[in-house]
Structure formats: C-alpha cells, structure tokens
C-alpha cells in the first residue's frame, strides 16, 4: 500500500484539538491569528504555530493585505481527505454487506 505524504501531513496536523477548532472556524471565513486565538487561553506565538502547522500540510493559506495577514481555509485539500474518507466507508461497507451475505448462508452451501 503506498502512502501519500500530503494526506498523511493533513491527518496528522488535524490529529491535534487545537488545529481541529481552527479548522473549524475558518470554514465559517476568514480570520487572522488574533482572531483565531480568541477562544483559546494560548500565547500568539502558540497559535502561530499551529496555523503553520495547517498552512505546511495545505490545509491553510494566508495571504498579506496592509498589516493584516488573514487566514482562509483551503476548501480543495479539505474536500480531498473527504474523498478519502469516503473511499474506506465505501469499502468498508462493501466488505460488510459480503460478510453479511456470507453469514446469510445456509451452512450446507458454505
């Protein structure tokens, strides 16, 4: 099985509650890191690095505009490890409806 590295890096960023909130939050727009870092009872610099973390594996982007440097949520990578996640339900599903249908036998054709 060969891994991907880009799907590995965003499941291991998003592994973390702190990045899962921020995640969170962009999904609603766009925000700066002062405002992301409201809720949470963390330095800035804690906060940074947690978007860095989100802006290294893709799933965040921030771009400059005056002084300010929003924040946004890259829908796109986001979509990709739900089609993954979608790709294993479907499997899985398919390997528990043939276990099911298995089981459904009657033993004398087993």
Do not use: K, N, Y
């Amino acid at each position: 099985m060969r891994s991907d590295p880009d799907l590995d890096l965003a499941f291991a960023a998003l592994g973390d509650p702190i990045r899962r909130a921020l995640v969170t939050r962009l999904a609603r727009g766009e925000a700066t890191v002062g405002e992301l870092g409201e809720p949470f009872d963390l330095t800035p610099q804690a906060i940074s690095h947690h978007v860095g973390v989100l802006r290294r594996c893709g799933l965040v982007e921030q771009r400059r505009e005056g002084t300010r440097r929003p924040c946004r949520l890259r829908v796109d990578r986001l979509t990709r490890l739900g089609t993954w996640i979608d790709e294993q339900r479907r499997a899985w599903d398919d390997r528990l409806d043939a276990l099911e249908d298995h089981l459904a036998e009657p033993e004398a054709t087993r």
